[in-house]
């Protein structure tokens, strides 16, 4: 377990935070821990409460979904710099894929049901949250969007 | 070929035929326009009752009919649905052909001498002529075909007695008075007579003017051609505004774009007509032993959905953007291209559109849209 | 029968190698019949001949400083193109070219270089990239970014391996689609331009891809502060001539053949603004 002084830095260098104010990033370290995961080892199980969230530090993490007959297949990869999880803001709050450190992975993780309770009470602080999370998901839904063209396919199919 | 060099002369319509016998002593292959289907086309020429005296005709959008004038001299149509690209720049033409040899192949290049002689090349024609000369023999590469043929070119021009409905040339500065790149140049006179005033543009020009029996142009003949032509651009009603390059390309996204699409057909008759429009394809085929293949290029045209094809579908689907391609192509991106415009006034796209759709109309519904915004 | 050199009429090449690159995608080493040696500027391209099939526009993929072997990888996506996948060594080819504009590698002297390329797009970025490396000391940083359909349609996958084991370039490679297997990126080029390491106001970037991706890719690029006009792309459109007579490639008031296919982004941004132009 590392200070929360170390948690603080950890925070205000994350490019997920980066800008926010000291006090509310002092908020948020109330609630954050420092985690490791090995290669293989899960982060996320679809179905399970989201209960964290986490902001990659190091390593590269696959968000999968199980099929069956195969192995898994990967949704996209998360690297450094990235945030891993929004379930923890969409009721019912449960993960909806898996996530697998595909290397040693370090993260910041949140505690999803202090960081609610703490934006409930401060809209402000829930705003400053918004505001960062949604440009991720419209991100992460503009290149899921972009993959469904199939760039690279070959052109001729369905015609 | 040049301007005016000085050489004028009077030769009575009479003696047109020593002119045409004289061109074709010289190894040339004359052609000129002649009555075909209906209209007055570009072809080979034996003499001078090829050529369509007493026939004159009447041009308006998607209208096109000739009608008997006899007052009308040897030129006194407008231009028809021919230009001459079609024999510089042919709508069908073997580039190579190839043999299967061993493991590999040799290819041979058709060779063709023919030296060709154009006459009833009017101003705006010989405007064209210049702006092809552009695409195929002035650009980092040379189209050896077009380049020799028109290098060799005989150009006998003529000064337009009148206008049709649809020319615009004065206002693209391409006519109606040739000025220049003529080896001859003709003014047909008819006020109580029946002559043709001759001046050189060239020294080739020069030579076959000292094989005809002529008399001395006299200041009344002169004055008699200056006021014929001054009448001709008197009589030209259509105009195309002269900031429609910067226009057009303000507007490439208005809906207006749409409103031509709803009349026009694609049919590309303005593609085919005009004497400028270079688009062409290639085909490469073999015969049935496969051992013999041809490559040909014919004119290909904007308006078929194919021409912007890349592997996954066409660039241009809509019918709109064909006519903008087609549009804005002719008088805006020539100017980028080529330094002038790709229009000559000679109204062509306006008659042979099966819809009338008129290209000086539209840029002035540009012109409009342009001003309000 | 004429003798002086018509732009039109192609050069026979004998192909010497054939290479299977992918499934659809293959490699053709070639030398002149006269065994004249082919020099060419990374960027440009051929219009390859196969007898009495067609010609088709495909840009040089191999090394500027061997032009004793004409290299084109050509990905089988037409009848020209499917036929030329079933050539063998000894077949004779007609090659016109080379036609059209370079990638800026003189001008990028200097300059810190980031290459975003996908799919088929690395063939005509290799001939950069060889120079790129042969003449590391005149550049800075050296990023190439690339995307490909799954990790099995990777092009030039060794030679990618080999790059990234430099310690003077980066590369990263990512897939749109995988399984668990692939411990590699799975994701879009676009989103590799954000973490990718290089200074935006002294980067020149060359793009070679599907349009869309490069529009999505200018515009990261752009977000980052990379000047309009230190971006380069690299364009497509139907070519039949490649010598700016036929009218094909018209992209606005550009024809894509002679003064492309590379162009300075903002020489051609109305074509990602415009459609159907």
């Known amino acids: ?159 | 070929m040049g301007k005016t060099s000085g050489g004028r002369a009077i030769l009575p319509a009479q003696s047109l035929q020593t002119l045409i016998d004289v061109v074709h002593s010289q190894g040339y292959r004359l052609i000129g326009p002649t009555l075909e289907d209906n209209a007055i086309v570009y072809d080979d020429l034996e003499n001078v009752e090829n050529l369509p005296l007493g026939i004159s005709d009447r041009q308006s959008p998607g209208n096109y009919r000739l009608e008997d004038d006899p007052s009308a001299g040897y030129f006194a149509h407008v231009v028809g649905p021919h230009s001459w690209k079609r024999f510089l720049f042919p709508a069908a033409q073997k580039l190579w052909s190839a043999t299967r040899v061993d493991q590999g192949f040799s290819i041979q290049t058709p060779e063709d001498e023919t030296k060709l002689a154009f006459i009833g090349v009017r101003a705006c024609e010989i405007k064209a002529l210049q702006m092809q000369d552009r695409v195929f023999s002035q650009g980092p590469f040379t189209d050896n075909g077009y380049g020799e043929k028109r290098q060799n070119c005989l150009i006998i021009a003529v000064n337009c007695s009148r206008a049709a409905d649809t020319c615009f040339c004065s206002s693209m500065d391409a006519g109606p008075r040739v000025t220049e790149g003529f080896d001859l140049a003709l003014t047909e006179l008819q006020q109580g007579r029946h002559d043709f005033l001759i001046e050189t543009g060239s020294a080739n020009g020069e030579a076959l003017l000292k094989e005809l029996v002529t008399r001395k142009a006299e200041d009344q003949d002169f004055a008699e051609a200056d006021a014929q032509l001054a009448a001709t651009e008197a009589s030209i009603q259509r105009r195309m505004p002269s900031n429609i390059p910067e226009v057009l390309e303000r507007h490439l996204q208005d809906e207006h774009w749409q409103t031509i699409e709803s009349r026009c057909l694609n049919c590309s008759n303005c593609t085919l007509v005009c004497p400028t429009c270079f688009c062409s394809t290639v085909e490469d085929t073999t015969d049935l032993t496969g051992q013999h293949a041809e490559r040909w290029r014919y004119w290909d045209s904007c308006f078929n959905t194919d021409f912007s094809y890349i592997h996954g579908g066409s660039i241009r689907q809509s019918g709109a953007a064909r006519y903008r391609q087609w549009i804005t192509h002719k008088l805006s991106y020539w100017h980028k291209q080529f330094g002038t415009s790709g229009c000559t006034g000679c109204g062509r796209c306006i008659t042979w559109c099966p819809v009338g759709i008129d290209i000086t109309e539209e840029a002035a519904t540009f012109c409009e849209i342009d001003k309000r915004s | 029968m004429k003798t002086s050199q018509d732009p039109m009429t192609p050069n026979l090449f004998q192909v010497q190698r054939i290479r299977r690159e992918l499934a659809d995608t293959f490699t053709l080493e070639l030398t002149a019949e006269s065994n004249n040696e082919f020099p060419f500027l990374p960027g440009q391209f051929n219009m390859i001949y196969l007898f009495g099939s067609g010609e088709v526009p495909i840009s040089i993929s191999g090394d500027p400083a061997q032009p004793n072997r004409l290299i084109h990888t050509i990905r089988a996506v037409g009848s020209v193109t499917e036929g030329l996948k079933s050539c063998k060594s000894g077949d004779m080819l007609g090659i016109r070219g080379p036609f059209g504009s370079a990638w800026p590698v003189e001008q990028a002297t200097g300059q810190d270089i980031v290459i975003i390329t996908g799919g088929i797009g690395l063939a005509p970025l290799r001939p950069a990239i060889y120079h790129l490396l042969a003449n590391r000391q005149r550049y800075g940083k050296i990023v190439i970014l690339y995307g490909a359909r799954t990790p099995a349609d990777i092009l030039f996958r060794k030679e990618l391996e080999r790059w990234r084991s430099r310690f003077d370039i980066s590369v990263e490679v990512t897939v749109d689609q995988a399984v668990s297997n692939w411990s590699g990126r799975v994701g879009v080029v676009p989103k590799l331009i954000n973490r990718a390491d290089f200074a935006p106001e002294e980067t020149t970037a060359l793009i070679c891809g599907p349009e869309i991706m490069m529009r999505f890719s200018v515009k990261a690029l752009q977000e980052r502060g990379v000047k309009e006009d230190h971006i380069y792309v690299s364009m497509e459109r139907n070519m039949k001539c490649a010598i700016g007579f036929c009218g094909h490639c018209q992209l606005g008031s550009q024809f894509v053949c002679k003064d492309g296919p590379v162009f300075p982004y903002s020489q051609i941004s109305s074509a990602f603004r415009i459609r159907e132009l």
């Open chain 1, 1 to 159: 377990m590392v200070s929360v002084e170390g948690i603080d830095r950890m925070i205000s260098e994350h490019p997920f935070f980066s800008g926010m104010e000291p006090g509310y990033q002092a908020m948020i370290a109330g609630c954050a821990s420092n985690q490791s995961f090995e290669a293989g080892q899960y982060l996320i199980r679809e179905g399970d409460n989201a209960d964290h969230f986490y902001l990659i530090r190091h390593g590269a993490v696959a968000i999968e979904v199980h099929t069956q007959g195969q192995t898994s297949v990967t949704l996209e990869t998360l690297h450094e710099g990235d945030v891993l999880g929004w379930s923890w803001l969409v009721p019912p709050y449960h993960w909806l894929f898996d996530a697998r450190a595909i290397q040693l992975t370090r993260v910041i993780a949140i505690d999803a049901a202090c960081l609610r309770e703490k934006a409930e009470a401060d809209h402000s602080l829930g705003y400053e949250l918004y505001s960062r999370i949604m440009p991720v998901m419209s991100e992460r839904l503009s290149a899921a969007r972009l993959r469904l063209l199939d760039l690279y396919g070959s052109p001729r199919k369905g015609q």
